[in-house]
Structure formats: structure tokens, C-alpha cells
């Protein structure tokens, strides 16, 4: 195929879907990751679209959501990752809750595994991963369907959320800066996750890579309300993730990294990494969550399975 096919095939895909992973679009024109980086370089150039982290979006500041089909396909390995590792934060017996997205969907899956535990969720994906776990009690709030995700929204929602307390809440977004926190391009998505915040003693962000530097419309929990980040190793070339995450470790949120590699829980980032976040200015008010992070229930999780656990505190 043609390079000038390779991009217009790659602009049709991205225009349908409003972002698509370099893996995907490599998949689909039937070339090497490499290749089609330089082809979505290309394109930015002209306007077309914007290279995100590990992906290409829609041209413009704030990227519009994308359906459930779409962000099925988008980072799946890393959302498997920081699902296993944030399995580890849920001790039996607790009360949780867990809103929308594909990477709470996975973290539903591995909680299935928690006896005595109570969900409450406004999510049928996250809902339905939980449907046969007998040991666990699922709770559904109230609320219209939103079909593009699959997640219950809307007053209904809110008012079934009123006078609820329970020890977390495990949220997704569309996007995470230190600067507004965790955000996502529906206004009615976003209002309901406010109402799932304000339910919980602690908030726990799992978010991608991918998605660390990017803003969307409407902000759900801004940053000081963020006790918790279980995200992915950056790749070593992704300058501006590595610096999100400084930023977020400096304003007091505590970031747990799985590492792709199986590495052990508790080992520190690359020396290289370590450097390149230490010359960042400012106070180092970021904890990592090192003994609190435990491996999956029940039988001892394999080397893929654990995380690696990044301490971003200035040595």
C-alpha cells in the first residue's frame, strides 16, 4: 500500500472513531507500528488530526468521547495491567464504587474474586463482569441508559447516589492533567462520576497513558481529590506522560505504575526515568502506595499479573 493510502485510510479511521491506537491502525493498513507513527506525524502537520500517546485523535484541544466499540481496542494490555494492580487497593468486605468505562470494566472482572465485597455502580458492563460472582453484592443506581457507554446517567442516577458512603471509588476519564484532574467529554457522564466522589473517603483514578496529558470538556474530580493514580509505564520516548505524572506526584497523589515487564511490586523506576523526573522543579509531595498495593486474591498472582510500583519522591 501506497503511502498516500496508508494516511487517507488512517484519516477515514480516526475521523470515524475520534481516536485509534497506533497498534490498531497498524493492524488494519497492515504495517509496521514505526510506519504508521511517521504517517500520523505526516497528518498532524497538515492539520488533520493529533498524535496522542499511543494514538491519533480528532485536530483540536479537547477530544470528543469515543464509543464503547472504539475504546474497546485502544491500550487493551495496558488496561489489563492497571487492572490487576488496582484488584490489589480492594480488601475483603469493603463497599466500592466503581464507575463507567472499559478499564473498571476489567477491574470488575478481577473483583469478582473478593469475597464479602459490595459494588455499587452506575456501569451494566461493570454490573454484568459481577453478575455471577456469588460472593459479591452488586448495587445499581437509578438513571436513563447512555448507550454509547453502557452506563446509567441522568437525576436518577445522582438522587440514588445521595447519603451513600462507602470506602473508595475506582473512576476512569477521558483524560488526566495535574492541572484539572480527571476529566471526560460528556457533561452528564461527568456529573454523575461528581456524585460517585462524593460518596467515597478515597478516589482512586485508573488511567492509561495514553490519556496523561490530555483535557476534555467537562472536569469530574479535580486533582487534590485524587488520593490514588494506577496508571502504565510511559514508553521512554513519552516526554510529556513522564512529566504529567511528576506534576501529579507533586500535588500529593499517590501513583502506582504496573510495569508491562512482570517486575516485582515495590521496584523503582529506570534509573534514566528517575533522573528525568528528579530534574523537574517543585516539592516532592507525591507518596507511592508500596506496602498497600498487594497482589490479586486468591492464587498468587503470575509475573505478569503484578505491577511495578514507581516512587516519583525526590531521593
Known amino acids: 500500500m501506497f503511502a498516500a493510502e496508508r494516511r487517507q485510510l488512517i484519516l477515514e ?13 497498524a493492524r488494519v493498513v497492515q504495517t509496521s507500528e514505526v510506519t504508521v507513527r511517521r504517517d500520523v506525524r505526516a497528518l498532524e502537520a497538515e492539520g ?6 499511543g494514538g491519533a485523535v480528532l485536530p483540536g484541544g479537547f477530544t ?5 466499540p472504539q475504546k474497546s481496542h485502544l491500550a487493551t494490555a495496558e488496561k489489563t495491567a492497571i487492572a490487576d494492580l488496582a484488584a490489589g487497593l480492594v480488601d475483603e468486605g469493603e463497599a466500592i464504587v466503581v464507575g463507567a468505562g472499559t478499564t473498571t470494566q476489567e477491574l470488575a472482572r478481577r473483583l469478582a474474586r473478593v ?8 456501569s451494566l458492563l461493570v454490573a454484568q463482569a ?12 437509578g438513571g436513563t441508559l447512555r448507550g454509547s457507554n453502557y452506563a446509567l446517567v441522568g437525576s436518577g442516577a445522582e438522587q440514588s447516589l445521595q447519603g451513600l458512603r462507602v470506602s473508595k471509588a475506582f473512576l476512569s476519564g477521558s483524560g488526566l492533567t495535574a492541572e484539572r484532574g480527571l476529566s471526560t467529554s460528556n457533561m452528564l457522564s461527568a456529573s454523575v462520576d461528581r456524585a460517585l466522589v462524593q460518596a467515597a473517603a478515597e478516589v482512586v483514578v485508573l488511567a492509561d497513558h495514553t490519556k496523561l496529558g490530555t483535557d476534555t470538556m467537562f472536569q469530574t474530580v479535580p486533582t487534590d481529590l485524587i488520593t490514588r493514580l494506577v496508571t502504565d509505564e510511559p514508553p521512554a520516548h ?16 499517590q501513583i502506582a505504575v504496573a510495569g508491562a515487564g512482570g517486575n516485582p511490586v515495590g521496584e523503582p523506576l529506570p534509573a534514566a526515568r528517575q ?24 492464587d498468587q498472582p503470575t509475573g505478569a499479573e503484578r505491577g511495578r510500583v514507581a516512587d516519583l519522591r525526590r531521593r
Open 130 to 141: 459481577l453478575a455471577h460472582a456469588n460472593r459479591v453484592e452488586v448495587v445499581m443506581t
Open 64 to 68: 470528543r468521547e469515543s464509543g464503547f
Open 48 to 53: 488533520l488530526l493529533d498524535r496522542r500517546h
Open 275 to 298: 533522573q528525568r523526573s528528579s530534574s523537574l522543579p517543585g516539592p516532592r509531595r507525591g507518596q507511592v502506595a508500596g506496602a498497600a498495593l498487594r497482589g490479586m486474591l486468591g
Open 115 to 122: 469475597p464479602g465485597l459490595t459494588v455499587v455502580t452506575n
Open 13 to 25: 479511521m480516526v475521523r470515524a472513531n475520534g481516536a485509534v491506537s497506533l497498534r490498531e491502525l
Open 238 to 253: 513519552d516526554d510529556r506522560a513522564g512529566t504529567e505524572l511528576q506534576a501529579l506526584a507533586d500535588q500529593g497523589v
